[in-house]
């Protein structure tokens, strides 16, 4: 099993940053990946963005591209979402996922954490 905690959501106006986090523990190793999913009121989950926990190459969606970036550390199993030039659409439930490299769904989720970005 691998227990996933975000933290660092909040409130933010139009324009303004954020930085999420998301810890693992438990079962981890190098060889997953952990991504970004976003659930805004009334829409379907939205992938964001992932990272390879090994190789450090990252993908992200055409919403967030050039505004958002992801990041590891592997020594603290933890992976970031620096969030920049955000906007109201962006408000949503953000929750941090983990999968391992040979399955294609992410199996393990954390509780979410909210961002609101006010006009």
């Given at each position: 099993?691998?227990?996933?905690?975000?933290?660092?959501?909040?409130?933010?106006?139009?324009?303004?940053?954020?930085?999420?986090?998301?810890?693992?523990?438990?079962?981890?190793?190098?060889?997953?990946?952990?991504?970004?999913f976003r659930l805004a009121p009334g829409k379907e989950r939205?992938?964001?963005?992932?990272?390879s926990m090994s190789a450090n190459i990252t993908y992200y969606?055409?919403?967030?591209?050039?505004?958002?970036?992801?990041?590891?550390?592997?020594?603290?199993?933890?992976?970031?979402?620096?969030?920049?030039?955000?906007?109201?659409?962006?408000?949503?439930?953000?929750?941090?996922?983990?999968?391992?490299?040979?399955?294609?769904?992410?199996g393990y989720w954390g509780q979410g954490t909210q961002v609101?970005?006010?006009?």
């Open positions: 099993q691998v227990q996933l905690v975000e933290s660092g959501g909040g409130l933010v106006q139009a324009g303004g940053s954020l930085r999420l986090s998301c810890a693992a523990s438990g079962r981890t190793s190098s060889n997953y990946f952990m991504g970004w939205e992938y964001a963005a992932s990272i969606a055409d919403s967030v591209k050039g505004r958002f970036t992801i990041s590891r550390d592997k020594a603290k199993n933890t992976v970031y979402l620096q969030m920049n030039s955000l906007k109201p659409e962006d408000t949503a439930v953000y929750y941090c996922a983990a999968r391992l490299v040979s399955d294609r769904t992410y609101t970005v006010a006009s």
